[in-house]
């Protein structure tokens, strides 16, 4: 399904986004104060819309976002993401299960962007977060 030196290739991109990320929240944790409240977001599989892509390259969103274990590729983006967080206190607000349980209604016929009932969950799961914050 996924070949070894593809998931290597991803794994050096979300290894320098990793790096990139927690340079950018430690900076931002470091400027705010211990106390201010810092919200991330991890990513939704936007092709996973019935017709957006074929079944093999909706696997592969999937893999690379939530990581793949037993493979080189066993922390995806939203790992790293949730990992970063967890080190400068920040909260997760998670985009990626919301989205994998219904992509034909929250993404858009684009097959990129949210739906107008996208951006509505998304508003509702931030709101929430900071709410219970």
């Known amino acids: 399904m996924h070949t070894p030196s593809c998931l290597g290739r991803f794994n050096g991109l979300w290894n320098e ?4 990320i927690d340079w950018t929240i430690a900076a ?3 400027a705010a104060g211990p106390d201010a409240r810092i919200l991330m977001r991890t990513q939704y599989n936007s092709v996973a819309k019935r017709g957006c892509a074929p079944a093999e390259a909706v696997a592969l ?3 690379v976002l939530e990581g793949a274990p037993g493979t080189v590729l066993d922390q995806g983006l939203n790992d790293r993401i949730r990992a970063v967080a967890a ?11 919301p989205f994998a349980f219904n992509p034909n209604l929250f993404v858009a016929a684009d097959c ?6 996208g ?9 929430a977060a900071y709410v219970a914050g």
């Open 119 to 127: 951006y509505h969950i998304i508003e509702t799961l931030f709101e």
């Open 17 to 20: 986004a990793e790096a990139t």
């Open 28 to 30: 931002l944790r470091q």
């Open 87 to 97: 080190k400068y206190n920040a909260t997760v607000v998670d985009l990626f299960l």
């Open 112 to 117: 990129i962007h949210p739906s107008g009932a």
């Open 61 to 63: 969103g999937n893999a």
